[in-house]
């Protein structure tokens, strides 16, 4: 997944950059759903002390949040077993998320697998970006519906391309699994030139 999320963010970084958006490992979530049992317990959560991972992420020269990235993307595991994207919107204080088996889980399920994100992302833009821009209140956030199921696994990096590109054709929902074999195929080409290769060159 942190193969995929960098091939994207080297693929996709002209039009990053015009959108002040920036694709992130799946580190980035996971660091904060281990960190969720500490968060609640605490009682004065402005003092907690964040990970060095999570500070370095959000922190990177070029990829600051807030300063120089507005949107992040990167992918989220649920249950240990199914993989889903998220479109975090920091300035809006949103999050559309980008599930192609939208039955698998109920919207109860869905807020608590999300509560370590949303509760714990205006404390990190607060506390550790050191940006006073919003409230402390927690982010919202919406599954996004109509879209192409993959009953075989998740394609959650088809759906941030289209997220960060306006959902143009063939669009979310008019996906088809052949349509995704062909773009698991070219993310393997694409991975290989970006990050193979220049490794032997």
């Known amino acids: ?5 960098h091939m994207l963010d080297m693929h996709h970084k002209d039009v990053l950059q015009m959108e002040n958006a920036t694709f992130m490992p799946p580190t980035l979530t996971s660091l904060r759903q281990s960190k969720d049992r ?8 402005d003092k907690i002390r964040w990970d060095h991972r ?5 922190l990177l020269p070029c990829k600051t949040w807030i300063k120089k990235v507005n949107k992040v993307y990167t992918p989220m595991i649920w249950a240990e077993r ?3 994207g998220l479109a ?3 300035r809006a204080g949103h999050v559309d998320v980008l599930d192609s088996l939208p039955f698998l889980y109920d919207e109860e399920d869905v807020q608590r697998f999300l509560r370590p994100i949303l509760q714990m992302l205006p404390y990190l833009i607060r ?4 940006n006073n821009s919003r409230d402390l209140s927690t982010f919202t956030c919406q599954r996004k519906t109509g879209t192409y199921e993959n009953t075989r696994s998740g394609d959650y990096g088809k759906f941030m391309e289209l997220h960060l590109y306006g959902d ?8 088809t699994d052949d349509i995704v074999d062909k773009v698991r195929r070219q993310y393997a080409m694409k991975a290989y030139k970006t990050i193979v290769l220049p490794a032997y060159y």
């Open 38 to 45: 500490q968060f609640q317990a605490a009682v004065k959560k």
């Open 82 to 84: 199914h993989w889903v």
């Open 88 to 90: 975090i919107n920091l």
């Open 127 to 130: 506390y550790v970006v050191k």
């Open 1 to 5: 997944m942190a193969v995929l999320m």
């Open 54 to 58: 999570i500070s370095k992420l959000i």
């Open 168 to 175: 143009p054709f063939p669009h979310k929902s008019g996906l």
